[in-house]
C-alpha cells in the first residue's frame, strides 16, 4: 500500500499560478512513476504529467510550457507548478502512484479552481 497526501489546491486568476505537493508514504523504486491527473466536471480523468524513478518527466500537450513536474527525493514528494494558469484548468487534481507492477493508488483530490 502508498499512501498519497496532496496539498496545495485553491482558487486563483486568470494567468495566476498554483504549486500542487503530493506526499508519498514511501519513496520510488525502479519501474515506479508517480503522476498528476486532473477531472473536470462531465469530463474523464486525464493525465496531465508524469515523473519516473529515473526522472524521466513527461507532461500534456494541453499545459506543456505552462506547468512542470518534479520531485524532492528526500521528502518523497512531487510537485506540479502551474503557471500561467486558464480558467480550462479548472479541475480535481489528483496525485498518482503506480508501481512497477501496474498497481495505482490515489490521493484524495484537490480542487483548483481558476477564475476572476
Known amino acids: 500500500q502508498v499512501q498519497l497526501v496532496e496539498s496545495g489546491g485553491g482558487l486563483v486568476q486568470p494567468g495566476g499560478s498554483l504549486r500542487l505537493s503530493c506526499a508519498a508514504s514511501?519513496?520510488?523504486?525502479?519501474?515506479?512513476?508517480m503522476g498528476w491527473y486532473r477531472q473536470a466536471p462531465g469530463k474523464q480523468r486525464e493525465l496531465v504529467a508524469g515523473?519516473?524513478?529515473?526522472?524521466?518527466?513527461s507532461v500534456a500537450d494541453s499545459v506543456k510550457g505552462r506547468f512542470t513536474i518534479s520531485r524532492d527525493n528526500a521528502k518523497n514528494t512531487v510537485y506540479l507548478q502551474m503557471n500561467s494558469l486558464k480558467p480550462e484548468d479548472t479541475a480535481v487534481y489528483y496525485c498518482?502512484?503506480?508501481?512497477?507492477?501496474?498497481?495505482?493508488?490515489w490521493g484524495q483530490g484537490t480542487q483548483v479552481t481558476v477564475s476572476s
Open positions: 514511501r519513496s520510488l523504486f525502479s519501474g515506479d512513476v
Open positions: 498518482n502512484f503506480r508501481n512497477s507492477w501496474s498497481r495505482d493508488f
Open positions: 515523473i519516473t524513478s529515473g526522472g524521466s518527466t
